[in-house]
T-cell receptor, first 114, second 116 residues
Framework: QQPVQSPQAVILREGEDAVINCSSS?????VHWYRQKHGEAPVFLMI?????EQKGHDKISASFNEKKQQSSLYLTASQLSYSGTYFC???????????????FGGGTRLMVKP | NAGVTQTPKFRVLKTGQSMTLLCAQD?????MYWYRQDPGMGLRLIHY???????AKGEVPDGYNVSRLKKQNFLLGLESAAPSQTSVYFC???????????????FGPGTRLTVL
């Protein structure tokens, strides 16, 4: 079942912060975050693992709340280059044999204005 | 390393025509995937492969066939194209190792397909 992302879209001014949420109705093994620029392929940002810690690089970080079955992506002091659509990909390791089959959310469109 | 490549980049078909999309990866990945992306729908899995010679259905497999004759290539076929198959198609690959907890999927640049 597809994870639900919120908000669907957000507009920021340069330097502002944003939070994007990804919620699942099933227990998660991991959450993968991607960013996609218009007309380009999704680019991997980071993985959050079950039992893992909050991750981050540069001014983008993420957390994983196993109990709430959700992950949040935090963009701090946003830059123009952060504009794009952010997707979460959720991994459920029930009885499948695949290493990392992902189910993607519908995406959050982020626009950063000067 | 070219990563994941896809050909063609663009294609226009008429209803009923057939075509094959080619995906190639040079990372020695075991797993390969085909997705379609429609506006506001995110990425939906069409078919995937967990190794050379294997294929399996994803979420939206109807109207598509796939083949994985070589480890580095994954082909997506449309036997009789329909306007509902107008979309952007992405190929992805991953190591597919459960032991590698940080394994993720790497995407190709996409193929924009229009069916008239």
């Amino acid at each position: 079942q597809q994870p639900v992302q919120s908000p669907q879209a957000v507009i920021l001014r340069e330097g502002e912060d944003a939070v994007i949420n990804c919620s699942s109705s099933k227990a998660l093994y991991s959450v993968h975050w991607y960013r996609q620029k218009h007309g380009e392929a999704p680019v991997f940002l980071m993985i959050l693992l079950k039992g893992g810690e909050q991750k981050g690089h540069d001014k983008i970080s993420a957390s994983f709340n196993e109990k709430k079955q959700q992950s949040s992506l935090y963009l701090t002091a946003s830059q123009l280059s952060y504009s794009g659509t952010y997707f979460c990909g959720t991994e459920y390791r029930e009885n499948n044999n695949a290493g990392n089959m992902l189910t993607f959310g519908g995406g959050t469109r982020l626009m950063v204005k000067p | 390393n070219a990563g994941v490549t896809q050909t063609p980049k663009f294609r226009v078909l008429k209803t009923g025509q057939s075509m094959t999309l080619l995906c190639a990866q040079d990372m020695n990945h075991e797993y390969m995937y085909w997705y379609r992306q429609d506006p506001g729908m995110g990425l939906r899995l069409i078919h995937y492969s967990v190794g050379e010679g294997t294929t399996a259905k994803g979420e939206v497999p109807d109207g598509y066939n796939v083949s994985r004759l070589k480890k580095q290539n994954f082909l997506l076929g449309l036997e009789s194209a329909a306007p509902s198959q107008t979309s952007v198609y992405f190929c992805a690959s991953s190591y597919g190792l459960r032991e590698v907890s940080t394994d993720t999927q790497y995407f190709g640049p996409g193929t924009r397909l229009t069916v008239l």
